[in-house]
Nanobody
Framework: VQLQASGGGSVQTGGSLRLSCAASGSRIGFRKMGWYRQTPGKQRELVATITSRTNPNLADSVKGRFAISMDDVRNTVYLQMTDLKVEDTAVYYC??????????WGQGTLVTVSS
């Protein structure tokens, strides 16, 4: 499985960004796709995950501001981030879980929010 993430960057407080992560290497798609983030000195934390059968799961800190969606045909997961805050600054990692085999992590994309 290979992941190609894009969409990170710098934005001011209150701004918006959209992250994308395209997955390849599975002919039957993926059981779950999602985004996690990490800042220096802290553990990686869940931001949002989604499956084709259940409602999205979002961290409390991003509910009402972030939305996750998945394109089953393109095996791509999106994270729409709005009303960004300084504390959202982190490296965001895409994660996919196949129906068979182990999960895969993307290389990470940096999101910087400045006041």
């Amino acid at each position: 499985v290979q992941l190609q993430a894009s969409g990170g960057g710098s934005v001011q407080t209150g701004g918006s960004l959209r992250l994308s992560c395209a997955a390849s290497g599975s002919r039957i798609g993926f059981r779950k796709m999602g985004w996690y983030r990490q800042t220096p000195g802290k553990q990686r934390e869940l931001v949002a995950t989604i499956t084709s059968r259940t409602n999205p799961n979002l961290a409390d800190s991003v509910k009402g501001r972030f939305a996750i969606s998945m394109d089953d045909v393109r095996n791509t997961v999106y994270l729409q981030m709005t009303d960004l805050k300084v504390e959202d600054t982190a490296v965001y990692y895409c994660n996919v879980v196949p129906y068979f085999g182990q999960e895969t992590w993307g290389q990470g994309t940096l999101v910087t929010v400045s006041s």
